[in-house]
């Protein structure tokens, strides 16, 4: 086979041409558009994209789809085997070709030519990046506009569990979420409350328990479920290692009232700011203030340590956007946080529907409300069954309808970098594309596909959605399963 060094300096002319072999038959592809060979690799899966799409690979920082030829040229994938490879294209845009092997590069011969942009075009679009086109600008206008903003005037919360207690921050201040690694290095002559430090996007992250600082017992959740709250306490970040995160709440200002004065004694109960009502008052959450939180010679060591190790790297914090990460069979995608309205477990049965769509699980109850739940594991192919414990509905709001999303998992809050951040290419045609941008995450080689909430549901779904809530709340609601 022709390396990758060898393919990519060929010169280009007329007869040139990298012969490749695609279900017994030999192709010519044109030597000038050749830009490198490579051995097959982990693909990332993209819903809603033409068959012969096999999904998107991390080449050296770009996002590059990788197609099947025979597919393209209208022939019978073969089995995979170790001669397969993926022939880097570059002509209108980059794209990976999976071929069966790779033969010569030389003459066209009695190879047949193939005419890759007018290919491409035919089976993917234009397969162009987005930016400009699609409008990743983040100027809005429209009813999705006035939405969101709707959306902003709640309180948005990240509520979690400590010690069987209902808690929460606001969103703002948490940064990330993430599993508790594996391995904490103590730090020596520290109070119980500092648990010890981790490492976080290549600094250290002082570990810190809610337990202790609210005088509550060591939390019994178990190290499988426990997670990190990372927040932001002035310029130094903070992890607070909760028991669970429960949901993603946003409460109008009409559900926050003040702590009563007799709850301001104790010495947990002086770091809550507010008491916030959800389920229709049935359930009560804790709002925690991080200025209550950590006492003044507390934050002075935190604070101080944290200037200290940016001193010392000289880094500079880089602009960053946040995404709720869910995951449907064994692939993750990401919504950004501003469109989703809460995480609600998914109720165990929900009420069906008569002559309602293939991909609308049913309607569910929540907080009085009647909420149409989609089924996003049908609606993106999703491969293997899913943990029914650990489903969950994410409810989002889109362009003024209110949906649920049925996902297998929420795994994370991300806040990525801008710099980790890039367009789609143009996977399918016309305007049905729900991947709006990529996150492409050096720390861990993973590629998390983002989704644009507008683009999830059409105008005539959205239609059809609002009149099925419509006539499903019509006998008050009776049937539908309530969200715990």
Request: charged share 20%.
């Amino acid at each position: 086979m022709a390396s990758a060094a060898r393919v990519t300096g060929a010169p280009v002319g007329s007869g040139q041409a990298l012969t490749v072999t695609v279900a017994g038959q030999t192709l010519a592809l044109p030597a000038g558009a050749v830009q490198e060979v490579l051995r097959p690799r982990p693909v990332t899966r993209v819903p809603h994209a033409p068959p012969g799409l096999l999904g998107l690979i991390n080449l050296r920082g770009a996002v590059v789809p990788v197609v099947s030829l025979a597919r393209l040229v209208g022939l019978e994938e073969a089995a995979p085997s170790p001669s397969a490879r993926i022939v880097v294209v570059n002509g209108t845009a980059q794209a990976g070709l999976l071929v069966d092997s790779v033969s010569a590069l030389g003459s066209v011969g009695d190879a047949r030519p193939v005419e890759l942009d007018a290919l491409l075009a035919r089976g993917f679009g234009t397969l162009a990046r987005r930016g400009a086109v699609r409008g990743i600008a983040p100027a809005m206008a429209g009813p999705e506009a006035e939405a969101r903003g709707a959306l902003a005037e709640k309180l948005a919360l990240m509520a979690f569990v400590v010690a069987g207690q209902d808690y929460a921050l606001a969103l703002d201040r948490v940064v990330a979420a993430a599993r508790v690694p594996s391995e904490v290095t103590a730090v020596p002559r520290t109070d119980q409350a500092m648990l010890g430090v981790a490492t976080f996007r290549g600094g250290l992250l002082p570990l810190v328990s809610p337990h202790a600082l609210l005088g509550l017992p060591a939390g019994e959740g178990g190290q499988d479920r426990a997670r990190i709250l990372v927040v932001r306490l002035g310029p130094a970040l903070v992890g607070l290692v909760v028991d669970r995160i429960s949901a993603i709440l946003r409460l109008p200002e009409e559900a926050i009232d003040p702590v009563p004065p007799v709850l301001t004694r104790g010495v947990g109960e002086a770091r809550v700011e507010a008491i916030g009502r959800f389920d229709g008052g049935r359930r009560l959450v804790s709002i925690l203030s991080l200025a209550k939180l950590f006492d003044d010679e507390t934050a002075s060591r935190i604070l101080a340590d944290a200037k200290e190790a940016a001193d010392m790297a000289g880094t500079v914090a880089e602009a960053a956007e946040q995404f709720v990460v869910f995951r449907l069979g064994d692939e993750h995608y990401g919504l950004p946080i501003a469109s989703v309205e809460e995480v609600a477990r998914r109720p165990d049965n929900l009420t069906r529907l008569p002559r309602a769509p293939s991909f609308v699980e049913g309607v569910m109850n929540l907080r009085g409300g009647v909420l149409p739940v989609i089924d996003q594991r049908r609606r993106f192919s999703a491969d293997g069954e899913a943990d029914e414990r650990r489903r969950r509905v994410l409810v989002v709001t889109i362009e003024g309808f209110r949906a649920g999303f049925a996902v297998d998992a929420v795994t994370e809050i991300l806040s990525v970098p801008a710099s980790s951040l890039a367009p789609a290419p143009e996977l399918t045609v016309g305007d049905t594309a729900v991947i709006d941008r990529i996150a492409t995450l050096e720390r861990d080689g993973r590629m998390i596909l983002l989704i644009d909430p507008g683009a999830l549901l059409s105008g005539a779904e959205r239609d059809l959605l609002a009149a099925m809530a419509a006539k499903a709340a019509k006998p008050a609601g009776s049937g539908a399963a309530s969200a715990p």
